[in-house]
């Protein structure tokens, strides 16, 4: 069994679908570390490695899954959503933002804080930008009665107050980094400073399917289980695959879990739709893999917005959890293979991916999965969804968190 299992991941490697001992994804990935993080991380990937292997780890994750998140999740047939997109269209939303917490980033979160207890670390550190992670990484903590301190930007934590109560009610200490461009990247660099003077008692709950090698892996693998139920689904409710998936890039956990267990069926589009802000000029969006080049952030070779001097830009985005310069290195190696498309979706279409949602089929989504949802209805406009067609949309969290910026963008006073 354990012979037959080496032989698959061999010939995965092969196709990128899989890390290789280097942690790389074709050219991309890598670990880019200090070197006094060198040790820390031989530990993780020892550990995860391990706990692949434990059947008593495992099944606590599945039980965790099913019984503390509610997995599965729906696959929901949104049928007025889908006259507007075109006819004979048939679009199911995947609704992460039905699990505990309301994101899919609870999935990784139980995942990782497990690992963390099986490693025998008592203190949690995390970043985060929309506040997902960060909530889901507080409620995982005092589920475990681990130490939680939470790293966000300054702007981040203004616009998503709300999240950031919910963290403290948790339990979590909420620091907020006030340096730079005051949003996730910093919030990341934040952390690993941490990270570096207290390595012996800490984890480091990564949020994103970036970072050094095993971090790519272990969120990709935890949050897979979406694109897993998803298949299975789709299969029993229309017997074929879907035609198309959709879901919003940012650092690309939520993507890459759904575009994973459908990357080898060449016959199923996959579309990234990134923060196309306000424009696509300089500091006006966040599309890294539309407009970037690759290089080296947060520990990995991958895409990324630079300068021609290496610095890294400014960016924007309505949306909290997409305004990050960077993406995981699996999205860049399905960039650069052909196998995944990426493209921008400016800040008014996201809101209107939401008004439309919320108005046709009663389920107001968080703005990062609205540039989805917009970007299919403006797929639609331009004719280039076939009537016949299967969608598949990663509803990857609900929009409470963003009600006072969506209230402001739309000039409503609360």
């Known amino acids: 069994m354990q012979q037959q299992q080496i032989s698959h991941q061999k010939s995965s490697y092969q196709h990128g679908l899989y890390p290789d001992m280097r942690g790389r994804f074709g050219d991309f990935g890598g670990k880019y570390i200090p070197e006094s993080l060198v040790p820390v991380f031989a530990e993780l990937e020892e550990a995860y490695e391990r706990s692949l292997h434990d059947e008593a780890f495992q099944e606590e994750l599945r039980r965790a899954l099913r019984e503390y998140v509610g997995r599965p ?10 006259e507007r997109v075109g006819p004979g269209v048939k679009v199911y939303l995947k609704r992460e933002d039905l699990n505990h917490t309301g994101a899919h980033k609870i999935n990784n979160a139980v995942g990782q804080g497990l690992l963390a207890r099986y490693m025998g670390k008592q203190r949690i550190i995390a970043e985060t930008g929309a506040g ?7 409620t995982v903590c005092a589920w475990l ?8 930007g300054s702007v981040d934590v203004e616009r998503q107050a709300l999240n950031v109560f919910r963290m403290k009610l948790l339990g979590a200490e909420v620091r907020s980094v006030d340096i730079g461009s005051r949003t996730l990247k910093d919030a990341i660099n934040e952390a690993f400073r941490d990270w570096v003077t207290n390595v012996n008692d800490t984890f480091y709950l990564f949020g994103t399917a970036a970072g050094p090698h095993p971090y790519p892996r272990i969120v990709r693998d935890y949050q897979s289980v979406i694109g897993q139920e998803a298949r299975e689904q789709i299969l029993q409710l229309e017997g074929r695959l879907p035609d198309m998936i959709l879901a919003c ?10 575009f994973h267990p459908f990357a080898g069926d060449e016959g199923v589009q996959l579309i ?11 500091g006006e969006h966040a599309a890294s893999l539309a407009a970037g080049t690759p290089g080296v952030l947060h520990g990995a070779y991958s895409y990324l917005l630079q300068n021609e001097d290496g610095q890294v830009l400014d960016t924007h985005s309505i949306s909290a959890g997409l ?54 209805l403006e797929m639609g406009k331009q004719g280039k969804v076939p009537p016949g067609s299967i969608v598949i949309v990663n509803l990857s969290g609900r929009g409470d968190k963003d009600m006072q910026t969506v209230a402001k963008a739309l000039g409503v006073s609360l």
């Open 73 to 82: 999740s729906l696959l929901y047939y949104a049928p007025r959503f889908s």
């Open 132 to 138: 997902q992670h960060g909530v889901a990484t507080a």
């Open 145 to 152: 009665g681990l130490k939680c301190v939470i790293y966000m």
């Open 249 to 258: 890039v940012g650092g690309g956990s939520n993507a890459i879990g759904i």
């Open 272 to 282: 990234g739709v990134e923060a196309g802000g306000t424009g696509m000029k300089e």
């Open 323 to 376: 305004d990050y310069p960077g993406v995981g290195p699996e999205h860049s190696y399905l960039k650069a293979s052909g196998r995944a498309s990426y493209v921008p979706a400016s800040d008014a279409v996201a809101l209107n991916g939401l008004q439309v949602l919320s108005q046709t089929e009663g389920i107001i989504p968080a703005l990062e999965s609205s540039h989805a949802l917009g970007h299919l």
